[in-house]
């Protein structure tokens, strides 16, 4: 199977593309309205028929969510400290999709690395210096997230076994396996609900200025600015981006694929590891059984509009992170259950592709 | 665990089995035409839901299971209908639009449910069960063979159907050449849009039915996010059978077989936590996948889009 990073055909192209001369500004301006803006519109569009079929008035969800989650104060820090975990799961999914890999088991790494953080860094509290138990917290969650993913690497790379589906089943295996840890292995004994130890408040990532603003935000953006500036700027990126684009070209070119394909696994799962370390030691302090928030693949149409570009992917986490603090809160408020923000998410993917399509076509034409 | 291998622990294993199996093995043979025809469809998981979230609302409202099983069925075309025009028609990525509809149908059904049902989970009645006289007595298989309700025997006879269509008629050539050699097949005047638009459509039905077996039999009512990864499932499946019907019945047992653990364990009174018992499946898929992935053969062109005169 060949694989495409792209929701039509072309798009690894599609960052030069944009810089073609002055001729091209007026279309440049047109591309931005069809594949960015317009299906971004669209969805909301769409949405908001399910929502009216519902009996909810779609004018007042979306106001009570810009209100609740832009025009508030409170609302806008929250939104902020939740933009850590979604930016840590772009850089993660900018560097498998550039590099031609579907990493769709993010879930199940974010939550192993969110328990395996959570047990260590409490017990390393008083034994170890704050900034040294965040940064074990961090690396280990690192680590497990890319141990999490060695089998779909190893089958991708050496058996090209489709990482598709082993991803996938790997992520529910992750799943289940996080909430057997906080059972069986990393229980709080102090507790009645089975959770792990919870990381003091003054232990956490420190907040922002006088904010309750968590400080991951700040990693979150490094963390996507450094894979952008990697994958687009380095020799090491470029190779990534070979294997991505045409795996025979790149082995011709006496890359070895194999090992590339191994570094790429490694390192999305490594990020989407770090994510959720940054939502436990910054935020949540423990992981209770059962919890998982599934950012995974809803992260993925961001990153698809971002055209796999850092500073796209970050603009957009902002807003999605405000649709998220905003119908968590519209499901308690308005009786809205949060699962329609998957609505959203989806009817964004299938917008996004149509406009890839007209996109095309349009193209296709001027040609 | 003393008595984990008494007669009632036995029967529930291998009911639960076959239970488990049946929605597999039906998103399994809907899943292989897809991929026959070249288009990897993962939006079956979506296909599934919306057969099991329909397929539940039509028998519950009309209290007639056979109602119920078509209405799961339009449930999953309707579903790929929107699958066939993004993907086939207008050629969109295959994998993209899949995540976006097993993600739309997860949202959908969950917000449909929210609205029609509240917090309450409303149960069908027991469904009537085929009675084979004599067979349907022996002990422990008995009622696990001979006791199931008739779809799982239709669902039995598609293996044999589909076999047959795959290997003796032209159909079944030509899907195959639809995800072998799809210009090929439009030189020689197929029509190969339109072949992958069937298999598509052919894929929703059987998972719209799977998932509405899950609802209605399985489970006797619909809970949000229910197939679980059955849909998944049922992608390695057609994988793994390298296109023959038969394959994918074992495989859906030896998977159904690990499900149906879970709750076998728990009649048996074990004290495992049950997310380790749920590992089970996925960790057989795993282990299967690491064993035989390398045999897996797919089609050339499966995932690729047809345009006629592309390159």
Redesign the interface.
Known sequence: ??M?T????SSAGTDTAGVAGPVNERSALQRLLTVTVGPIVAAFLLSAI?LAM??VNPLTYYGYILERSLFSGLGLEQTATRMAPLLFLCASLIIAFRAGI?N?GTDGQFLLGAVVSAATAPLLVGVLPGWAVLAVGFALAAFVGAVWSI?PAL?KAY????E???T???S??GV??A??LV??VFRDPNTTVPQTRTLPVEDRLPRLFETSISSGLVWGLVAVLLVHLMMTRTSFGLRLRTVGANPAAASHAGLSVPLLTLATFGLSAGFAGLSGASEILGVAGNVRANWNPAYG??V??LV?LARFHGVGAIVLVFFYSALLIGSESAARRLG??Q????????????C???G??IDHHKRKKER | MGGLLTEAFLSSLFTGAIVAAVPMLLAGLGEQMSEKAGVLNIGIEGMMLMGAYMGFLIAFKTDSLWLGFAGGILGGVLTAIVMAILCVRLGLNQIVIGIGLTLGAEGLTALLHHFQFSRTYPRLPAPERLNVPGLTDLPIIGPSLFGRHLIVYLAIAAVVVLALLYRRTNLGMTLRAAGERPAALDVAGGNVLGIRVFAVLFTGAMAGLGGAYLANIGAGLFIPFMTGGAGFIGIVLAMLARGRPLWVLIGSLIFGAALSLTTALQVAGSNIPTDVIQMLPFAAVMLVLVLFGRRAKLPAALGVAYERGAR
């Open positions: 199977m060949t495409e792209d929701v039509n055909s399910i519902v009996g579907w769709l089998i089958l058996q090209g076994v489709n598709i589906i082993t996938l089943m790997m529910f295996l289940l396996m909430s057997t059972k069986l693949l809803m993925i149409p698809f809205v259950p699962d329609f923000t998957l609505v959203l998410v989806a009817s964004l993917l299938i996004l592709g149509l890839e399509y």
